[in-house]
């Protein structure tokens, strides 16, 4: 099966930088997605990693480390508006050419002032 | 580009009644999903389809049937509503895993409740 991990809750602070951590367990791994919803919303696209490294768009960076089953979603200059939910989801091959995405609980992000 | 649309927004349910969700992309995707989200429970995969006619199981298909007579739509039927279908769902659609670079589209979601 597959297994992801990211905590529950966070709380930063407007202006500064929080790192969102996503760790996982999966076979046939094809690529990780962090995406953001906010309350009573669907969920957008932020980022998508399948190579080692960072990816960094404007103000939010992901990284990816597929031997350590890791990933983080790096928010900077936070805002109010990124007080959201962060979901964490792993693309993978179920078998006979086809992929599921398989998502995290989510960790939902408050952002103070 | 309307993306992907789905209906109804809100819906009450009686124990035992039927219904459809509605799932509509206008992006000529192959792939679409239904998901249900739970509070603090993420998103869990209901039925997927690789293309018109093609369906499959995800993590949680009892009491859900599913169709894709077209690459447009792809509706969800609930049979025999029971209170544990409470949840919001949503449609989503992508191109092949192999083009996923934008990720998958999500509709805005079905809040649905069985009382």
């Known amino acids: 099966g597959q297994n992801i991990d990211q905590p529950t809750e966070m709380t930063a602070t407007e202006g500064a930088i929080v790192q969102i951590n996503c760790t996982y367990q999966?076979?046939?791994?094809?690529?990780l997605f962090w995406y953001q919803q906010h309350a009573g919303e669907a969920p957008t696209f932020l980022s998508y990693?399948?190579?080692?490294g960072l990816e960094e768009k404007g103000r939010f960076s992901s990284f990816l480390s597929r031997s350590k089953g890791y990933s983080y979603l790096l928010l900077k200059e936070l805002q109010m508006k990124d007080s959201a939910s962060y979901l964490c989801?792993?693309?993978?091959?179920?078998?006979?050419?086809?992929?599921?995405?398989?998502f995290g609980k989510g960790t939902k992000l408050s952002v103070i002032p | 580009n309307a993306g992907v649309t789905q209906t109804p927004k809100f819906r009450i349910l009686k124990i035992g009644q039927s219904m459809t969700l509605q799932c509509a992309q206008d992006?000529?995707?192959?792939?679409m999903y239904w998901y249900r989200q739970d509070p603090g429970m993420g998103l869990k995969l209901i039925y997927y389809?690789?293309?018109?006619?093609?369906?499959d199981k995800g993590e949680v298909p009892n009491g859900y049937n599913v169709s894709r007579s077209t690459t447009e739509d792809f509706p969800l039927r609930l049979e025999l509503a029971a209170p544990s279908q409470t949840s919001v769902y949503f449609c989503?659609?992508?191109?092949?895993?192999?083009?996923?670079?934008?990720?998958?589209?999500f509709g805005s979601g079905t809040r649905l409740t069985v009382v």
């Open positions: 989503a659609s992508s191109f092949s895993p192999r083009q996923v670079l934008y990720g998958y589209t």
């Open positions: 999966t076979s046939g791994f094809n690529g």
């Open positions: 990693n399948v190579l080692d």
């Open positions: 989801a792993v693309n993978w091959n179920s078998g006979a050419g086809s992929y599921q995405l398989t």
């Open positions: 992006m000529n995707h192959n792939y």
């Open positions: 389809s690789v293309g018109a006619g093609i369906t």
